[in-house]
């Protein structure tokens, strides 16, 4: 069955109804749990030194962008979601490093419809305990 995702969807996915959702600047950090909800706007995979597969992702929301590294054993397990214009939720945690934009590590990854159903199981293991939406303005 097919599913239209909105904007809208995007928008209202982690609304905890009091409109600050995606405010949450004190809770962003080096290491935090996060979960992301966007398109995949651009994918580039890899093969890794141990002859494994792990894909560079650009998600951008309606607020801005934050390239995801996908893992090998993340990767294996969500392949078939990965690819451009995929719109998907994705937990991970921030990486920050100096000189450089704040990157996702990818621990699970769903296709944002199936998370919006609640009909979905996060491909790796659980759900962040944390909510929270990353806007790299």
Known sequence: QFSTIT????????DNGDDTAGDYAEDIYDGADVTVCGIVSEIRSKLTRGNQMMAFMTIEDLTGKIETIVFPKTYLACK????????????????????????????????????????AKSCICGLCSEKIFFSSG
């Open 80 to 119: 078939p979601y990965l690819y451009e214009d995929s719109i998907l939720k994705i937990d991970g945690k921030l990486s920050f490093r100096e000189e450089e934009e704040p990157k996702l590590l990818c621990n699970s990854i769903m296709p944002l419809a199936d998370a919006k159903a609640g009909t």
């Open 7 to 14: 904007a809208a969807d995007i928008a209202a996915f982690g």
